[in-house]
């Protein structure tokens, strides 16, 4: 019984120091781009911080996938020449900062880790009792194939003014594929966002040397909406979409309020599907010298959702839905409202509602346009008789071209 006990409280507490974790990012070291997946030999930055500031030691483990995400058969020496497990030893203190915070950053692959296969890898971070804190996911591939992606207005003419459609070819002039419906595996995601893919595909036309997938509903996303966005760049003035500065304990930032409108029309405005960048203009070295603002966001609706919840939902935590940004509706207002803490910065954010379904839906609330701007990356797998893993051979992506 006391053990039950012991257990459920460490529980609790990782849970719990597990919320003190932000400003997770996993991206190419040299490029400036929202993404990991990479070519294989491509170096990924992972960093993050911890709000205690108290220096823990972290450490990160790397776990070769199958396309599904479940862990592949290879052992650890067959993908990685070194080590899977290893202490993040590059440690940093915030600096003249109002909220405390200590920096983690290591690159994957280093000189201790050495990947040598293509593939799906999850990220994990444990804490000193192997515990895990978080975990991400990439994807390094290989330029076996040449994959061209079409996005299209939906041609259901029931979705042709709410989705899209993708439709691609997998051109392999140098690899022989035997049996394309047992030797290859694609996937189509949707703005980088593991929650939101198709699977389980199957080529509707062979020519020679190239697959082609042209579903007309089977490869159909929704469009939903352009995401908003807000800048922190500065933390003690108004930047874009901040009404209201105050100074507390940490800088609260009231942003301007959303309005619910069912009837809302489609309205370009440039975003980057959902994702953020860490910056300031007040210090030299965001990394360390970028503070935590209280970020304040408010909806206002008529009436409550009926059934349904609703959740901030961006990159910002890796598009998930947990109990920090859920938002809670004040009745005396009509209004929901949710606030946490954010790293200085640019910031996309959408508003989303799950349902008894437990599925993620975006277009309650922002609506869904065929003329949305979202970014689509179609991965290739590759499994020929007696091999034992999937490799990446291709990635291709596309976006929808508004002047066609």
Known sequence: MKLKISSFFLLIATSLHAQQIKSIQLRPLQ???????????????LSFDDLDADSKSYQYKIEHMTSDWKKSRMLTSQYID???????LEVTNSFNTLQSYTHYRVQIPNTNSIITKSGNYLLSVLNDYDELIFSRRFVFYEREVIIGVSVERSRNTKTSNTQQTIQFSVNHPTLQINNPR???KVVILKNENWNEKITNLQPTFFKANQLQYTYTNKTNFWGDNEYYNFDTKFLRNRSLG???VEKKDVYHHYLYPENYNKYKKYTYF?????QFVIRTLEANDAETEADYAMMHFSLNAYQPFSGKEVYVYGAFNNFELTPENKMSFDSENNTYRAS????????????ATVGEDKKVNLRTINGSFYETENQYTVLVYYQSFGDIY???????????????
């Open 182 to 184: 047992q030797e290859i």
């Open 390 to 404: 999937e490799r990446v051979i291709g990635v291709g992506s596309g976006f929808l071209d508004q002047n066609r």
């Open 242 to 244: 901040i009404q209201l």
């Open 82 to 88: 070194g080590f899977d497990q290893n202490t993040i």
């Open 340 to 351: 946490f803490l954010l790293k200085q910065g640019f910031y996309n954010y959408s508003f």
């Open 270 to 274: 440039p975003d980057i599907n959902g």
């Open 31 to 45: 490029e400036k781009v929202f993404t990991s997946i990479v070519p294989l030999g491509t170096v990924l930055e």
